[in-house]
């Protein structure tokens, strides 16, 4: 009797490890990150699909109604737009690296002037101009790629704008506080900003603009 009684007290112990690994095993894999190679199939996905533009569009459209309907002709009216992928998609060199990116390999890409324009925001410029809005162009690209990407820009349709402001070389402050130090500078020039355009969420950080509106960019985040 007492040896069936091991027996039975060895089973349920078995039973009880069992059953502690395999509850173990499923905690540890259900923290574990979604795996890159598959977010990244996501990402590309949808940067090369209709939704993306169509998600751009959304809020192109929501631009031009509320300047539309806050326009204030006592006022120098303004907008602020960003540059890489609100104005003018990399899209072509980002996936040549596989959502990747390298300062040498980037700064190549501009100086290439190859980024074609983003239609939405080009259709949403040339209405505000349009308008008689005054524009300003605030990229945290670097002072010495001015002469391509002045070239990109207005080859890829964006002409008479009211200014370029280009991050300073070997400047090292952070997006955020550089273009809400330049819209500073636009107020003090006696400019009221009513809509700022971006795509990361340090192209608005500051204040210094009636209105945010943010564009989709999953591929990257600038801080």
Known sequence: MSIHRTKAALVLFLLIMFAATTLSLVNTKSHEPRNLALCKQEVKEYVTSEQYMEDISKVTSEAEQYIGEHLDSSRQNAIVLDIDETSLSHLQYELSLDLGYSVSTYREWIKKAQASPILPTLLLYKWVKS???????????????????????????????????????????????????????????????????????????????????KLPNPMYMVK
């Open 131 to 213: 308008k008689n809005l005054a524009v300003f162009f605030i990229t945290g690209i670097t002072e010495d790629l001015r002469a391509p990407l002045t070239v990109n820009l207005t080859q890829a349709g964006y002409v008479r704008w009211d200014s370029l402001y280009m991050r300073p070389e070997n400047s090292h402050e952070p997006a955020s506080v550089y273009k809400s130090r330049v819209r500073k500078e636009i107020t003090e020039r006696g400019y009221y900003i009513i809509a700022n355009i971006g795509d990361q969420e340090s192209d608005f950080a500051g204040g210094y603009a009636e209105k945010a509106l």
